[in-house]
Each structure stands twice: as C-alpha cells, then as structure tokens.
T-cell receptor, first 112, second 110 residues
Framework: DTGVSQDPRHKITKRGQNVTFRCDPI?????LYWYRQTLGQGPEFLTY????????KSRLLSDRFSAERPKGSFSTLEIQRTEQGDSAMYLC??????????FGPGTRLTVT | GQNIDQPTEMTATEGAIVQINCTYQ??????LFWYQQHAGEAPTFLSY????GLEEKGRFSSFLSRSKGYSYLLLKELQMKDSASYLC???????????FGAGTQVVVTP
C-alpha cells in the first residue's frame, strides 16, 4: 500500500515565476485536500475535492492559485506570479469519505 | 470566528505521562482529531473523537467534552521518539475540512 505522494519535495523559485505541484492520493480515496503550513503553525486549509469536483476554496487561495483534479485521481496546485509570502510547506491529504485524512510528505516552496 | 488553542511547548521525562490540552470555538463540530508531526515530516493520524468520552489506543488516549469545547491527548510511558509536535484539529462539517491549532511541541528528555 502506497501512501499519499507529492512531487517535487522541494522547489526553489524566483519571485514572479509560476510553479506547479502534484499530489497522488491513496488510490481508493475519493476526497483530496490541499493545506499550507508555515513554521510553527498548524496546516491551513486551501481547497478540497470530492472526486473531480472542487467543492470549496479558502479565502487564502487568491486568484494566483488554481487547483485541479481532472480525473478524480491525482491533483495539481499551481501558483502563478509567486511572491515571497508564498514560501511554505504545501501539504496534500486524502481520505475515504469521512474517515481520517492521510497526509503526503509535502512540497517545500522557497520563493527568493 | 474559529479558534483552536493548545500550549506551545511541553517538556517531560522519558517514561512519564504528558497531557496536552486543546480548547476550541468553531462554528460547527463534526469531530476532533489529533495528529503527530515530526520536524520536516507530514502529520500522521493519532486519534479521533466525535462523541464525549475517552478513546484509548495503546500508549495514546484522547478525551472530548463537546459542551466544554475541550479535548486532551494523553501520552503514557513516554519514549524519546515521542518528541514531536502534536496538532489538535476540528472538523466542522461532514465533508471534512480540518482546522488546526498551532501545535504543541513535546520535548522528551532522558
């Protein structure tokens, strides 16, 4: 059984560049979540998919952020025109219905 | 508003017991979760309470009082590997968005 995987694990980019992260959930999980975590804080909810439908987006998710889950399996999170404030750990989690969420290892983004 | 409070740091000796308290004020409630997070790693699920009372899983137990907006995580027979951040999270709707506290850093000393 493979857990949630994320790629890349680390990304360093210059301010103004676009970045895209990928999340592969546990295969039978229908729900997929994106969170963002900064040092010393708990994860903050960004967005949620049930199958391929994006059902909620946080107000934290500005129009520079977009997420997709085109076939209800893997998901991508894109950040356009990155800013230094976007530097954080981006975590993906998946669950089967209301069961507990399993987190991936995260993608650490550094914007210089 | 949404507010989840837990202590910033706790220190305990190997073999001892530590209790991490969490209080919450959220617009809805559909379960309280505890996660463990080692530095640089993903959170891992520890326990879940949706009804009042105590849930025991090996060395870890979690308690919930919905009327008081209060939960605690009890770690028994502490081991060095238990040094980590412990995150309290409330699910406010059935579909599962989690709202996390800032985490409690537990330091286990020899």
């Amino acid at each position: 059984d493979t857990g949630v995987s994320q790629d890349p694990r680390h990304k360093i980019t210059k301010r103004g560049q676009n970045v895209t992260f990928r999340c592969d959930p546990i295969s039978e999980h229908n729900r997929l979540y994106w969170y963002r975590q900064t040092l010393g804080q708990g994860p903050e909810f960004l967005t949620y998919f049930q199958n391929e439908a994006q059902l909620e987006k946080s107000r934290l998710l500005s129009d520079r952020f977009s997420a997709e889950r085109p076939k209800g399996s893997f998901s991508t999170l894109e950040i356009q025109r990155t800013e230094q404030g976007d530097s954080a750990m981006y975590l993906c989690a998946s669950s089967l219905g209301e069961d507990e969420q399993y987190f991936g290892p995260g993608t650490r983004l550094t914007v210089t | 508003g949404q507010n989840i409070d837990q202590p910033t740091e706790m220190t305990a000796t190997e073999g001892a017991i530590v209790q991490i308290n969490c209080t919450y004020q959220t617009s809805g409630f559909n379960g309280l979760f505890w996660y463990q997070q080692h530095a640089g790693e993903a959170p891992t699920f520890l326990s879940y309470n949706v009804l009042d009372g105590l849930e025991e899983k090996g060395r870890f137990s979690s308690f919930l009082s919905r009327s008081k907006g209060y939960s605690y995580l009890l770690l028994k027979e502490l081991q060095m590997k238990d040094s980590a951040s412990y995150l309290c999270a409330v699910r406010d709707h059935s579909w599962g968005k989690l709202q996390f506290g800032a985490g409690t850093q537990v330091v286990v000393t020899p």
